[in-house]
């Protein structure tokens, strides 16, 4: 089956660093790959649409600024928080489209990333 | 606007018993639909999913959804249930032509023995 990882699994960080989170797929390509974030006991927010050689698409009140994404290849996107703060802690989880698959096809999801900035 | 409404956020249920979980959703022409699972400590996994044909979709692990396109829902049944489904389910939608997934905001069932 189509597997997606993400490196770290988790992440502590101090305040105004930068963190970068790495989502491969394994087995397949990806066209397209997608960044959510999930709170404590909440749902998943799509936070922007990363797209192989060009650039993402954000959602309504996700700073492109703050969340820099880069989708270098066809099997790797990576998030940086850029200048992380307490706010920012969150699980981080991507997703991956496979590249042969029509639009609307099914989803595979990485592990996720939890980051504690202290 | 589009949006997916699960309305049962705890459901707490003793093994053997049955299930019907909520899911409605807003969204303007064709929909793709989807029950996701993720247990403690896991990665989302597809339970299933609907993209045409039978309204009736099974799914892994004895689960099953039903699409009624005239009340907007696609709620998710299993007729029972055992402790190892304990984990949050989370309902989904998309345009049929389009990747962007909407979530619900998840229920989460705890089983016991």
């Known amino acids: 089956g189509a597997v997606v990882s993400q490196h770290p699994s988790w992440v502590i960080c101090k305040s105004g660093t930068s963190v970068k989170i790495e989502c491969r797929s394994l087995d397949f390509q990806a066209t397209t790959m997608f960044w959510y974030r999930q709170f404590p006991k909440q749902s998943l927010m799509l936070m922007a649409t990363s797209n192989e050689g060009s650039k993402a698409t954000y959602e309504q009140g996700v700073e492109k600024d703050k969340f820099l994404i880069n989708h270098a290849s066809l099997t790797l996107s990576t998030l940086t928080v850029t200048s992380a703060h307490p706010e920012d802690s969150s699980f981080y989880i991507c997703?991956?489209?496979?590249?042969?698959?029509?639009?609307?096809?099914?989803?595979?999801f990485g592990p996720g990333t939890r980051l504690l900035v202290l | 606007a589009q949006s997916v409404s699960q309305h049962n956020h705890h459901v707490i249920l003793s093994e053997a018993a049955s299930l019907e979980l909520g899911c409605n959703y807003s969204?303007?022409?064709?929909?793709?639909l989807f029950w996701y699972v993720q247990y403690p400590g896991q990665h989302l996994q597809l339970l299933l999913k609907y993209f045409s044909g039978d309204p009736l979709v099974k799914g892994i692990k004895g689960f099953e959804a039903e699409f009624i396109k005239s009340k907007f829902s696609f709620n998710l049944r299993k007729p029972s249930v055992q402790w190892s489904d304990t984990a949050e389910y989370f309902c989904a939608v998309n345009g049929y032509n389009t990747d962007k997934l909407i979530f619900g905001t998840g229920t989460r069932l705890q089983v016991f023995p």
């Open positions: 969204y303007g022409g064709t929909v793709n």
């Open positions: 997703s991956a489209n496979p590249r042969s698959g029509r639009a609307g096809e099914t989803q595979y």
